[in-house]
């Protein structure tokens, strides 16, 4: 079993300095390796159809690279889990966590406790752009918390960089699409739906009705 996690946002508070309103993280998961390695084939081949030589990122894309992209992965098994915060309606969560990584490691334990019951012996990879120290702790926190009495729902952490892997770049445009569509951003419908049955559970907190 494969998982690639990926955020959008950031998961600061100080909204007066830039921070984002939404901070979102999503799993995509590959129960097996085999279908894992035909995903990533066919992204690859994409990328040879498109005369594509960059790396395929969903902010950066256009819209026609975006749904070319998602057409193409669509078919093969994966799904999908996120989680979205709504920073400005939970500004009291500021006082609770002491960093802004202590906050990034409560809202990925959120996404993984969602989908702790398909995970077993998982391999985990995290992109490896950004502060090394903090990908490396949040390694050995997702195993602490994951791995209970004989039941190891992860087995591995790796860090690898999205421009050489395309099923981070994968991630990336799933949690994209998330982060996009609790915005009501331009086609984020249509992107979703495209991919959307490969969705297992998203939840918006607080909920958008609340």
């Not at 994951?146 to 960089?161: A, H, L, Y």
Request: glycine letters at 6%; one cysteine or more; aromatic letters at 14%.
């Amino acid at each position: 079993m494969l998982v690639f996690i990926d955020e959008s946002g950031d998961p600061g508070f100080k909204f007066d300095k830039g921070s984002s309103r939404y901070f979102t993280i999503a799993l995509v998961v590959f129960e097996d390796r085999e279908n894992a390695i035909a995903c990533d084939r066919r992204i690859e081949l994409l990328r040879w159809e498109l005369g594509w030589k960059g790396e395929f990122h969903f902010y950066r894309n256009s819209d026609n690279l975006r749904r070319d992209f998602l057409h193409a992965v669509s078919p093969y098994h994966f799904f999908y889990y996120g989680i979205v915060i709504d920073k400005e309606r939970q500004r009291h969560m500021a006082k609770q966590y002491s960093s802004k990584w202590s906050f990034y490691h409560y809202v990925c334990g959120l996404v993984f406790e969602s989908a702790k019951d398909k995970l077993l012996n998982a391999t985990v990879v995290i992109d490896a752009s950004g502060n090394f120290a903090f990908r490396r702790e949040l390694a050995l926190h997702l195993r602490r918390v994951m791995n209970t009495g004989t039941i190891k729902r992860i087995s591995k952490v790796k860090m690898q960089r999205s421009g050489s892997n395309n099923l981070i770049q994968l991630a990336d445009y799933v949690v994209g699409i998330i982060n996009r569509s609790v915005q009501h951003k331009k086609n984020s419908d249509v992107y979703r739906k495209i991919i959307y049955h490969r969705e297992i559970d998203v939840r918006v907190w607080p909920p958008m009705s609340q």
